[in-house]
């Protein structure tokens, strides 16, 4: 049986508190935040992989598309799970909701 990895389950976590909040405030995706921290991401990645993620993302936040969002979250391929690494949705949530899911993670590894 092998080990899910801390930084895997730290980004579900993370995923499925940012989609909680979508629904809760009927937030939209396509914002200023989240295309900056889109760019940012951006700006700091190497490789063709994790640029097709940040251009499928661009598409997704473009589209508003928060269906394939949840599919994103739900999902453990590799490609997925690379999508959840490189989210630029992260920036929805406040600090307290941040550290509100590092309890959690702290809380599943106990």
Do not use: F, Y
């Not at 629904?23 to 063709?48: F, P």
């Not at 251009?55 to 453990?76: L, M, Y």
């Not at 309890?103 to 599943?108: M, P, Q, Y």
Request: charged residues 35%; hydrophobic residues 35%; contains cysteine.
């Amino acid at each position: 049986m092998s080990t899910v990895p801390l930084k895997v389950v730290r980004k579900k976590l993370v995923h499925e508190a940012v989609l909680d909040k979508i629904d809760r405030e009927h937030l939209s995706i396509n914002t200023a935040e989240v295309r900056t921290r889109l760019q940012t991401n951006r700006e700091h990645v190497h490789g063709n992989m994790l640029r097709k993620c940040l251009d499928q993302w661009e598409r997704i936040i473009a589209d508003n598309d928060i269906d394939t969002v949840r599919k994103i979250s739900v999902s453990d391929t590799e490609t997925d799970r690379e999508m959840r690494n490189m989210s630029p949705l992260s920036v929805l949530l406040s600090e307290s909701e941040r550290l509100h899911v590092l309890d959690l993670l702290k809380r599943t590894r106990e």
